[in-house]
């Protein structure tokens, strides 16, 4: 087995467990519980967006296939000309540069400022000097209560 694909199942693994793994936090507006999961889109291969309307998170890994042209930089916030070939959200919203996910419960924005108090405080202990990004545009992003959309490519944007 070469190291690569090694490397790829230690990923795999890692993510899954980190999948099954949701954190919690309360919402700094409503006072109400939430559940997240945070991605490392480099183990992951994946770059990601938010939802304009439900926060939702839309995650394009590295092993979809994107239509003829596109050209998706992986490892962070999807580039803006991906967007547009993106369907549209299960909530019916849009994934957009300028969206940022959001309370499932009263819909609030979620800073990416305060949330740093939370995803560090729920960070693995032995990972003692990691950061949090402070932004929702960097290497991590996060999936709320589940609401994700995997590869949601729009099939009429083939050329
Ligand atoms: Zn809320
Ligand atoms: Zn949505």
């Not at 693994?13 to 954190?23: F, Y």
């Not at 957009?96 to 800073?111: G, Q």
Request: charged content about 20%; overall charge neutral; some cysteine.
């Amino acid at each position: 087995m070469g190291f690569a694909r090694l490397n790829r199942i230690l990923q795999l693994l890692w993510n899954q467990w980190a999948g099954m793994m949701p954190d919690s936090a309360v919402c700094k507006n409503c006072g109400q519980h939430f559940e997240y999961t945070l991605i490392h889109n480099g183990f992951n291969d994946s770059a990601y967006d938010y939802c304009d309307t439900c926060g939702g998170t839309a995650l394009i890994t590295a092993w979809s296939e994107p239509p003829t042209g596109v050209n998706v930089k992986f490892h962070q916030r999807l580039n803006e000309d991906v967007e547009r070939h993106l369907k549209q959200c299960k909530c019916g919203g849009h994934f957009a540069l300028s969206a940022s996910p959001r309370c499932p419960h009263c819909k609030n924005l979620l800073s990416p400022i305060e949330a740093k108090t939370w995803i560090e405080a729920n960070a693995p202990g032995t990972v003692k000097r990691w950061r949090w990004q402070s932004d929702w545009k960097g290497l991590y992003c996060i999936v709320v209560d589940g609401n994700i959309s995997k590869d949601p490519w729009n099939d009429d944007s083939v050329p």
